[in-house]
């Protein structure tokens, strides 16, 4: 596509349940970010992926998140047992590189996620 | 730890006002830093970057300046127009390729 998609756009989930949202990254884009915008909040890097890979994880909030990617493309953010403390938007960019004159992000529409 | 500070919105200006908003920063090592802008109902956009000290980033008018020895990213810009009513996003990646967002500003140009 031509931009960043995720999916879904909205999600409603009961305090407990896991839930899985999914990114699909611009063609090309090795590089690949999560971030959470809590309401009123700025965006909170959670990891990101130099192809299918995750240098560092310790922006994951707990260890109830958990992030992968395959094939260098998609990737899926995962929350089991979520908490009423999880909602927030979750966004999603992908840059053609990690570093150097290509690491420009672009954004997803991100996925807002209420949980009741 | 790495952190980004910028000023409590929202921002109010009458059209051809000049603006600032203020950005200062907390890293270790050589970081880059990067304003965002996110228009009503759209995805975040990158709208400038500067990679070492004294570079000045620009883009569509505005203007931020990588000051090492204030530890700021102020964005600038001369006169402003409607549309550029949005919400900004202060930025900067460290040398781990972590970022770190400040809280956003937003901004009101009125007519």
């Known amino acids: 596509g031509a931009g960043v998609s995720q999916s879904p756009s909205n999600k409603v989930t009961e305090k407990g349940k896991d839930v899985e949202l999914r990114c699909d990254p611009i063609?090309?884009?090795?590089?690949l970010y999560w971030y959470r915008q809590s309401l009123g909040q700025g965006l909170e890097f959670l990891i990101y992926f130099q192809g299918n890979s995750a240098p560092d994880k310790s922006g994951l909030p707990s260890d109830r998140f958990s992030a992968e990617r395959t094939g260098g493309s998609v990737s899926t953010l995962t929350i089991q047992r979520t908490q009423q403390e999880d909602s927030a938007v979750y966004l999603c960019a992908s840059s053609l590189a990690v570093g150097g004159a290509y690491n420009e992000q672009f954004f997803g529409p991100g996925t807002r996620l209420t949980v009741l | 730890g790495n952190s980004v500070t910028q000023m409590e919105g929202p921002v109010t200006l009458s059209e051809e006002a000049f603006l600032t908003i203020n950005c200062t920063y907390t890293a270790t090592g050589y970081p880059s830093l990067f304003w965002y802008v996110q228009y009503p109902g759209e995805g975040l956009q990158l709208l400038l970057k500067?990679?070492?000290?004294?570079d000045k980033g620009s883009n569509k008018g505005f203007e931020a300046t990588y000051r090492k020895e204030t530890t700021s990213f102020h964005l600038e810009k001369g006169s402003v127009q409607v549309s550029d009513s949005a919400v900004y996003f202060c930025a900067l990646r460290d040398n781990f390729n972590k970022f770190y967002f400040g809280s956003g500003t937003k901004l009101n140009v009125k007519p």
């Open positions: 500067a990679t070492k000290a004294d």
């Open positions: 063609s090309g884009h090795t590089a």
